[in-house]
């Protein structure tokens, strides 16, 4: 059905659906680097063709894509990037606020003896 959408449709539908789902998976785990060449593989080529299996020349730079609309991209993020935006959010936390219960457990089990 992806393929019936107009461009501004499937765009909606990556930024909405999968970046969504993909946004609560990078916020807890690390993510590897082929895990994130083939989230934005799917994207890409959803985008493009409206079919996550197939690919074809791309009209633009992925990089272009995921710059802000005032640079002239079209507001999708950079996975890695957030990746890593996520995962240092999550150590900030664990050094800095040892009220939270699971922050007192990772200090417990992995830090007792130590810190970040």
Known sequence: MGKHL???GRLEL?????F?????????????D???????????????TGNTARSK?????????????DEGGLRLYD???RNLCFIAKQLWNIHLKTDL????????FYLPDSSI
């Open 20 to 32: 969504g789902m993909v946004q609560f998976w990078l916020n807890i785990f690390p993510m590897p």
């Open 79 to 81: 996975i890695k990037a």
């Open 34 to 48: 082929t895990i994130i060449n083939q989230i934005t593989c799917i994207c890409r080529n959803f985008l493009w």
């Open 14 to 18: 990556i930024r909405s659906v999968l």
């Open 6 to 8: 107009s461009y501004i």
């Open 101 to 108: 219960i699971w922050i007192r457990w990772v200090h417990h």
């Open 57 to 69: 020349s791309t009209l633009v730079a992925w990089k272009h894509i995921c710059l802000p609309n």
